[in-house]
């Protein structure tokens, strides 16, 4: 594989996480918590699958809040149980 086609691979990855990420029903406000969970929806295929979760523990990692709330953003995949 070339590098440009990886770097067009990833582009198009982002591109789809971004859609998916950015729909107003796919984010969840947990007042209990204090954290604003942004739900994606499974791709189809596991490895797809497989990368976000690691992109999504690496972003849960660093706590960030989102601007102009006391929400910690909070990152997964649809399917998946919320943490307590």
């Known amino acids: ?18 859609a998916f990420a950015t729909d107003a029903e796919n984010l969840v406000v947990d007042r209990e918590h204090n954290r604003l969970y942004v739900m994606l929806h499974h ?10 979760r690691e992109l999504f523990k690496k972003l849960n990692k660093t706590q960030s809040v989102m601007p102009g709330s006391d929400l910690t953003l909070y990152y997964q995949l649809v399917s998946e149980k919320k943490p307590e």
Do not use: P
Request: charged fraction near 20%.
């Open 1 to 18: 594989m070339l590098i440009n086609e990886k770097y067009e691979g990833g582009h198009v990855f982002y591109r789809w996480v971004v």
């Open 43 to 52: 791709s189809n295929f596991a490895h797809v699958d497989k990368i976000i």
